[in-house]
């Protein structure tokens, strides 16, 4: 079983650039598909961007496509969120989230259920 443990937050002006970064430990990292979600105030939980077991497949959504990029390398068995351009819309707690199911290639399920461990989540607050 994996333990997740976000870092990387704080606070950031419109326009700036933060690394989030979640940090694995316990089974083994490339058994699973990892993703960032955020909550906002007020809202659902959605998910930011996906990656594969090999970090060969990603899915973003839309609202930061072109702008963050999610990387991770098991041999630390870390996962990053390169966030730039952050708009105050981006203002959300941060949370990273492991697929103990996921598949060998490809993405598989990236809905929420999918994922059954997560960190405790990390603010990340953008001043417009």
């Known amino acids: 079983q994996v333990q997740l443990v976000e870092s990387g937050g704080g606070l950031v002006q419109a326009g700036g650039s933060l690394r989030l970064s979640c940090a694995a430990s316990?089974?083994?990292?490339?058994?699973?598909?990892m993703a960032w979600f955020r909550q906002a105030p007020g809202k659902e939980r959605q998910l930011v961007a996906a990656l594969n077991r090999w970090g060969s497949s990603t899915y973003y959504s839309d609202s930061v496509k072109g702008r963050f990029t999610i990387t991770r390398d098991n041999t630390k068995k870390m996962m990053y969120l390169h966030m730039n351009s952050l708009e105050a819309e981006d203002t959300a707690v941060y949370y990273c989230?492991?697929?103990?199911?996921?598949?060998?290639?490809?993405?598989?399920?990236?809905?929420?259920?999918?994922?059954?461990?997560w960190g405790q989540g990390t603010q990340v607050t953008v001043s417009s």
């Open positions: 989230a492991a697929d103990p199911q996921a598949p060998y290639y490809g993405l598989g399920d990236i809905s929420e259920y999918a994922y059954d461990y």
């Open positions: 316990g089974g083994t990292f490339s058994d699973y598909g």
